[in-house]
């Protein structure tokens, strides 16, 4: 088995490096690389390894960045220092990852893994999907906005919205207080500043917060009709080819 290491520190490559040789001697440490762009100049001359350790902050970037310069199949355990959420998303979409200070034991436990993955022909690990992931973790959300009532200006947090609604190119924040403002925001634009776990673009006319949901209520061919809280003066419908991914984000 062939092995590359991606990892910015020098002491925990060599001791990664000498972990492996103690668990099995027949494996082989192709290269022990530091940064991004040294991963890539690697890549591009030298045939894939069987595995990849790969740490997630280099010294120059987020190492998912290799895999948008270069194409590399490889399987990968990571080495990471990320939160629980993160590490829920590692279990589902990569082979193995390795909490840093990183041990011998978890590190032959991930190699075995490796091997029994391997020997199942299983399916190449999604490195954009992580990278998303991760981009989103990292990523500041809008946690409020400023609206003009009268001769004042108004905070609202955004745990007061219930729900945002386009009507003649005019966008309104319905706030849970039944409260209702005009704001200068396209549901485009708003959609990108709000934290996707919280909020949901449901059709072109609305965006709405998990919290506000009241019931949804199952009509004939798949069609979901939500009631929110407060109620919208419009029947609030999910629109068909966003009822898949409207299921999976009440379901995550």
Known sequence: MDIVIIEDEELAARRLEGMIRTIDPQI???????????????????PEPDLILLDIHLEDGLSFTIFEKVTVKSPII??????????????????????????QEDLEAAIRKYKDWNASNSQTIDVHALYDIIARKNK??????????????????VEEIAYFCSEEGITFMVCRDHKEY????????????????QFFRINRQFII???????????????LKLEMVPPSRYEIFVSIDRVVKFKEWLDS
């Open 28 to 46: 082989k440490v192709l290269a022990k690389l530091e940064s991004i762009e040294e991963a890539v100049n690697w890549f591009n001359h030298h």
């Open 78 to 103: 990571f080495t990471t220092a990320f939160d629980e959420y993160a590490i829920q998303a590692f279990k589902l979409k990569s082979i193995d990852y390795l909490l840093k200070p990183v041990t």
């Open 209 to 223: 917060s998990l919290k506000a949901i009241g019931n949804v209520h199952i009509f004939p061919k798949s069609r």
């Open 140 to 157: 500041v959300y809008k946690n409020r906005f400023s609206v003009t009532v009268g001769q004042k200006i108004r905070t609202i947090a």
């Open 182 to 197: 005009s704001i200068d925001y396209s549901l485009d634009k708003l959609i990108n500043e709000l934290d996707p776990v």
